[in-house]
């Protein structure tokens, strides 16, 4: 069993940056860590993951060279770096854990949710 707590979430303004923090309870180094999203009316969306046991990360094309997921190995702690943040960005971001992240439908550990909105 793993338990994620996410938090970082708030309002900010179009260009703006923001940091989002995922602490989880424990962590198997074949697990991969990352982040999804979902907006209003839409369905839940990859945004970024990294592979806990190397440096592999991968990103959803939407948010490559804004966004960067990096991590804490000490702390089984994983952030999303958000620069020039879009009103398109606004979702709440999920925080999720398991062996894969390939499909959200499949992803057995996830985080509350913090909420991000970009004005514009």
């Known amino acids: 069993q793993v338990q994620l707590i996410d938090s970082g979430g708030g309002l900010v303004q179009a260009g703006d940056s923001l940091s989002l923090s995922c602490a989880a309870s424990?962590?198997?180094?074949?697990?991969?860590m990352g982040w999804f999203r979902q907006a209003p009316g839409k369905e839940r969306e990859f945004v970024a993951a990294?592979?806990?046991?190397?440096?592999?990360?991968n990103y959803a094309d939407s948010v490559k060279g804004r966004f960067t997921i990096s991590r804490d190995s000490a702390k089984n702690t994983v952030y999303l770096q958000m620069n020039s943040l879009k009103p398109e960005d606004t979702a709440v971001y999920y925080c999720a854990a398991d062996y894969s992240l390939a499909s959200w439908r499949n992803v057995r550990y996830w985080g509350q949710g913090t909420q991000v909105t970009v004005s514009s």
């Open positions: 424990r962590l198997p180094l074949n697990y991969f």
């Open positions: 990294m592979r806990w046991s190397d440096t592999y990360t």
